[in-house]
């Protein structure tokens, strides 16, 4: 491994840190296309050259697809073949009772169409609610087109240990699991990083910088008042109440402000680069607003964190309350505070 890459597979090498796509879906306004696909070329020049997207972020795919084909053909193929790009295959909760193979394939080859590629890099599967017992048959449906040369890598978002355990058993071969992770949310060292490492698959983790919470905007601020100003927030915040409250999350932004000061960061590098630093984490998934954040981001794979600057955040997680469980089980809970603010069905009950 060198210091910006990984070997996420045999012969496949990504950037350890991910230019994520939700923020490109329009979620928090309107997108400029040409702008989006400018900055999406300024992470690559800047040594971001993996991207995140999902068949449910409207519209990214194919600004990802028109991002390297532009690249491709204002520099050449090979560089163009330098971008790796990682979607997700996000079934509606209320297609679970009734996904098929011809389901899967469907959203695999429109993935195909609007990323203008022959074989995707890595497709990440999701599952919402594991009273529906096809996961394992859809992974294996994967797989199936895996062989057929349509798919590089396999991954999962979200499963548990013992479902991710069980599509193992079953056969797969995992080159990743995309979860959250950031020093606000250890519930993937809870028996999971531990499966990894057993079982030769790596980490791919968003929410490092949780929705913002994690950055200089907040230190020294007073707890805000709900509801926040979007849904990210909202999901983070309740997080933070996990964690310990509010000045427990003040005291841990002001050690992360420490370190930084030694490395001369801002706090949201820092907080990602510990992200880094957690066994088999491969790579952590950011998003950037502009150009100018791309460059701050790729500052991420500089970043060598010291034993001193790591004894001193984890001085503070230390003292943390949550959240507790393993990886999305909160999120899991429709009826919970975590659970009852996510959206289950935005594939537009694709047949």
């Not at 479902?163 to 995309?178: H, M, R, V, Y």
Request: hydrophobic share 40%; with cysteine; proline share 3%.
């Amino acid at each position: 491994m060198t210091a910006g890459t990984f070997e996420l597979s045999p012969g496949y090498r990504i950037s350890r840190v991910i230019r994520g796509g939700w923020q490109l879906a329009g979620g928090h306004g309107a997108i400029d296309r040409g702008q989006a696909v400018r900055d999406l070329l300024a992470a690559f020049d800047a040594g971001i050259s993996t991207y995140d997207c999902a068949d449910i972020y409207t519209g990214v795919e194919e600004l990802i697809g028109e991002a390297r084909m532009t690249l491709a053909r204002e520099r050449g193929s090979e560089v163009g073949a330098q971008v790796k790009v990682h979607t997700k295959l996000v079934p509606d909760l209320d297609k679970l009772a009734t996904i098929n193979r011809d389901y899967i394939r469907s959203i695999v080859e429109q993935s195909l169409r609007r990323l203008k590629t022959e074989r995707l890099d890595l497709v990440q599967f999701h599952w919402w609610d594991y009273a529906f017992p096809g996961y394992v048959d859809a992974m294996h449906w994967l797989k199936e087109m895996q062989d057929e040369g349509k798919v590089r890598n396999l991954g999962t978002t979200n499963f548990d240990v013992p479902k991710l355990t069980e599509i193992i058993a079953s056969g797969i071969s995992l080159a990743s699991q995309q979860l959250q992770y950031s020093v606000l949310d250890q519930r993937p060292s809870h028996g999971l990083a531990e499966l990894a490492a057993e079982k030769n698959f790596s980490l791919l983790c968003y929410g490092s910088v949780a929705g913002g919470f994690l950055s200089d905007r907040w230190l020294g601020q007073p707890e805000p008042d709900m509801p926040l100003e979007n849904r990210s927030l909202v999901k983070y915040k309740l997080i933070i109440d996990d964690f310990g409250g509010w000045d427990l999350y003040q005291e841990l932004l002001r050690a992360l402000r420490s370190v930084a000061d030694r490395h001369e960061a801002d706090i949201a590098t820092i907080a990602s680069a510990w992200v880094l630093r957690q066994p088999q984490v491969a790579a952590v998934i950011v998003g950037a607003r502009n150009q100018a954040h791309a460059l701050a981001n790729a500052r991420i794979m500089e970043i060598d964190l010291s034993d001193t600057d790591m004894a001193a955040i984890d001085d503070v997680i230390s003292r943390s309350t949550g959240p507790l469980g393993d990886v999305y089980t909160l999120e899991r809970d429709r009826t919970g505070r975590h659970g009852s603010i996510m959206h289950y069905n935005l594939n537009d009950g694709r047949t």
